[in-house]
């Protein structure tokens, strides 16, 4: 079953956008059910839209992988009772077996039950804790500042605002707080939410003309976790309502933490007065891992799947893999199943060749142009002043940063930089590349676009 849906997630992640992979698949879990392969989802939420848009996928793909009749119950994963589970089951008909319409309405209100004296609910994913959290160069901070506030909610930072590239972890930690004071405090009410969830709660809200009900859920939480708040982004009503929310919970020293892929004065289309209380309490920054780090995730991955990884082997995928996490763990998902499904062992030649399209993709993509071009984009200058002689800092530092990242990305000598950049001598291309360098530990800011170049130019 674990190979199988190794397999799915893989597929799913090819199939999709990293936000949706990461917000609807990610969370689900197999498990063999009475009838063939159950999927457990986190929420009611992510229930309904799995089964709107990727059942049918994951029925096929069962059909396909596992040579069944590709019938796939889904149902919630917890916080409910034996019971009432069977009543999720049947109330949505995924699972076809029949249940007494008593048996329901005693089911159902066993579920209303449950409902009424759980804490709120949390949407929290128990497989992401500190634990199982590689800590580095890239996120000591991050992780250290996580679990100051998970320890002391309300009092430590408030509210605490993580930020990062994709796939870096930032999930994981806001799920790992939120495990870890649900542990220490099982009465606390804790939620944790994607941003797109947040507005399309704002939404229903609105259309049933429940704001009181919305607000009531919202204001009284002592834990408040929001994945990826750049999704607020010119949602007028949400942010408005996100501000109520957000000074309430402020001051009734409730614990705020949100994740964003940018620094808080930079998130696009978000109110001044709420990027302003985003950096109140403090602001962390998740950057991607270095090389042995990364080798460190990938052997800890492994070893939570039970499957034996070699350090060569490893070495060699956190070479290939560089920018993301997720990545990361794809590509060793690649591994684990190509070695099961063929019975070989998994060294570095089996490797290579489940890597192979990813290595062909990351060879072709890194080209001096190509990073010229991204670069030029994101400081939202022509690709034509990186040849140019302007010495104007707008011009001149963009085209220093994309000297230094031809460096770093590609194998070129410094004197083919230079011919690169309009026929530069290659002591200029040293000059920036050590510039560069002296910046990127002072400035955090600029480490961070860096970072997110780097991201953009190898994906
Ligand atoms: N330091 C780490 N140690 C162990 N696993 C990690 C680490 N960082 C990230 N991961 C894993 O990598 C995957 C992606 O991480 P996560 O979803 O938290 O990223 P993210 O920064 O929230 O990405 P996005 O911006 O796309 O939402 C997860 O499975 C997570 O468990």
Known sequence: MENFWSICLSRFQQELSAQQFNTWIKPLRVETGEHG??????NRFVQQWVRDRFLQRIESLAEELLNSSGRVELVLMDHVPAAAKDVVQESQPVSQSATKPAAISNAAKSLAQARKHAPAGSGLNPSFNFDNFVTGRANQLARAAALQVAENPGTAYNPLF??????LGKTHLLQAIGNHLK?????????????ERYVSDVVKAYENKSFDEFKQQYHSLD????????????????QEEFFYAFNSLIEAKKQ??????????EIADVDERLRTRFSWGLTVAVEPPELEMRVAILLKKAEA????LHEDVAFFIAKQVRSSVRELEGALNRIIAMSNFTGRDADVNLAKEALKDLIA??????????????VADYYKIKVAEMYSKKRSRNFARPR??????????TNHSFPEIGEAFGGRHHTTVMHACDEIEQLRQNDHILARDIAFLVQVIRD
């Open 162 to 167: 993580i930020y990062g590239g994709v796939g």
């Open 361 to 374: 993709v990351r060879g072709r993509q890194v080209t001096i142009e190509n990073i010229q071009k991204t």
């Open 305 to 308: 799947a039970r499957f034996l």
């Open 37 to 42: 392969l159950r999927v457990l989802a986190p």
């Open 256 to 265: 705020i933490i949100i994740t964003c892929d940018t620094y808080p004065k």
């Open 400 to 409: 220093q940063i994309a000297m230094a990242l031809a460096r770093e990305l």
């Open 183 to 195: 542990l220490q405090r099982p009465d606390a009410k804790i939620r944790y939410l994607h941003a």
């Open 223 to 238: 834990l408040l976790l929001i994945d990826d708040i750049q999704f607020f982004a010119k949602k007028n009503r949400t």
